[in-house]
């Protein structure tokens, strides 16, 4: 019998929201439990956080960051996530191979000196770096080492991004431990756990998002299909078609599939959309709804709110100030959340990004 949207939904949701014992105050096992989170909004890890482990708290989730049992970087797609060690040595191999041949190609050089540009840099990066030191340490490679043509791709801005977006290295806050905030950046050499593989890349995908097309690990990992292929020829996996004719993958030892009643209240890019191809993400969120969050123009998200397992509206508490209102809108036509349910996700959002909320609104948009 071929896989229903429901399906997938049950199937993604009891990986994405499981039972971890103490993950209110072992951040670093609720982080690995759930395999990476897009953060290039740093306040999405402690929304996430909140929204899956009602209770954990902002300082639990700052020490981890502080203690490096939570890493956070520029990874898959160039996007910058969060994830435990291990996960982040399979992200940092994604991003090797899913960037590899673009870089060198922007940079006009070949595919070993591009390799021998990011040993380069790691080598450089052995101390905390900031954004200016890695361009001038690239552009001073691409002087000895790159034709014209490549130190003038390496003065854009694009060239200065890779210096330090090709998962070699991890970045933490410069004016101390506001985890939370975007504020400027300091960078250093991730130290990797071990060997990772495309095997490694496209079992942690099937292990935290999964089942999943070969689209859908190609479009999270920023890898071609082929070589989403490689990896998925060293795995014991099987596969169902769903109703978009696609085959779906999952490996033998997935766990049962899981309801999740009530409101979750999740951060921008959270992984119920960022872990699947934007052309097949229906097991969360109806295409019109899709529409309204995902802004194509300049790739940002609204947060979503999550009722009963489905996405089915956003909301908002605007603003850095540790006392701030929230607006929940939800989406004519599906379940209107109650006051009385919104209660125990604005106290987890509370904890987790450590704010007080002083007021809720609920209202309806016509989508």
Not at 65 to 70: D, E, I, L, P, W
Not at 112 to 130: G, M
Not at 197 to 225: C, E, I, K, N, Y
């Amino acid at each position: 019998m071929a896989l229903s949207w429901e399906d997938l939904a049950g199937a993604s949701l009891a990986r994405q929201f499981p039972d971890v014992p103490d993950a209110a105050t072992d951040a670093a096992a609720a982080v690995h439990a759930i395999g990476d989170m897009q953060t290039q909004t740093a306040r999405s890890a402690f929304i996430g956080l909140g929204a899956r482990f009602p209770g954990i708290t902002h300082e639990a989730i700052s020490t981890a960051y502080a203690a490096g049992t939570v890493v956070r970087g520029s990874t898959i797609r160039g996007t910058v996530h969060t994830a435990s060690p291990a996960h982040y040595t399979v992200l940092a191999e994604a991003t090797r191979v899913g960037q590899h041949r673009r870089w060198a190609r922007m940079l006009a050089i070949s595919d070993d000196e591009i390799a021998d540009l990011w040993a380069s840099v790691e080598e450089f990066a052995r101390e905390w770096r900031t954004p200016e030191e890695l361009r001038e340490h690239l552009l001073g490679w691409l002087a000895q080492h790159g034709s014209s043509r490549s130190r003038g791709a390496g003065d854009t801005a694009p060239g200065r991004y890779l210096a330090f977006a090709h998962g070699g290295l991890v970045r933490r806050p410069a004016s101390g431990d506001r985890w939370e905030g975007q504020g400027r950046p300091l960078y250093r050499t991730f130290e990797r756990t071990g060997p990772a593989t495309l095997a490694d890349v496209v079992r942690l995908h099937l292990s935290v998002h999964g089942p999943s097309s070969r689209q859908d690990v190609a479009w999270w990992s920023g890898m071609s299909l082929g070589s989403v292929d490689d990896g998925l020829a060293g795995l014991d996996v099987r596969g169902e078609e769903a109703p978009d004719g696609r085959t779906y993958l999952d490996l033998p030892s997935a766990p049962a599939a899981r309801d999740l009643p009530g409101v979750r209240l999740l951060p921008e890019f959270d992984a119920l959309l960022c872990g699947y191809d934007p052309k097949a993400r229906d097991r969360f969120v109806a295409p019109a709804h899709h529409r309204r969050l995902w802004n194509e123009s300049n790739g940002m998200l609204l947060p979503p709110l999550l009722v009963d397992g489905r996405i089915s509206g956003f909301w908002r508490a605007p603003g850095t100030a540790r006392r701030r209102p929230l607006e929940v809108v939800w989406f004519a036509r599906t379940r209107r959340p109650s006051t009385a349910e919104i209660e125990e996700p604005v106290a987890a959002l509370e904890a987790a990004l450590g704010i007080t909320v002083t007021e809720v609104t609920i209202s309806r948009e016509q989508v």
